[in-house]
Nanobody, 123 residues
Framework: QVQLVDSGGGLVQAGGSLRLSCAAS????????MGWFRQAPGKERDFVAA????????YYADSVKGRFTISRDNVQNIVYLQMNSLKPDDTADYYC????????????????WGQGTQVTVSS
């Protein structure tokens, strides 16, 4: 089992940057594929990015490709989401998630979730 704590959200102007962090407890962090999702008010939770257990593979939603970067530190048990060139449409609650055996975009395939961190991008 793994527990996830999301942090790093805040208010930023359009064009700015934020780095989200997701700290994981437990000794088995490196056994999980990790993902970031986001949910805007009144909308469904959408996939943002995923990273494989080793960090060797990453995958991004088209809407963030080229602007966001997912990475992980398997020693510190942290996964990051570096967000650059932020747009007002990026405003949402952001959640990290862990999957034991799944690597992909489907939220219902992830086993554990962080509590979320709010990102607001002003125009």
């Amino acid at each position: 089992q793994v527990q996830l704590v999301d942090s790093g959200g805040g208010l930023v102007q359009a064009g700015g940057s934020l780095r989200l962090s997701c700290a994981a407890s437990g000794r088995t962090f490196s056994r999980y594929n990790m993902g970031w999702f986001r949910q805007a008010p009144g909308k469904e939770r959408d996939f943002v990015a995923a990273i494989s257990r080793s960090g060797g593979d990453t995958y991004y939603a088209d809407s963030v490709k080229g602007r966001f970067t997912i990475s992980r530190d398997n020693v510190q048990n942290i996964v990051y989401l570096q967000m650059n060139s932020l747009k007002p449409d990026d405003t949402a609650d952001y959640y990290c998630a862990a999957a034991r055996s799944y690597y992909g975009v489907a939220a219902n395939q992830y086993n554990y979730w962080g509590q979320g961190t709010q990102v607001t991008v002003s125009s």
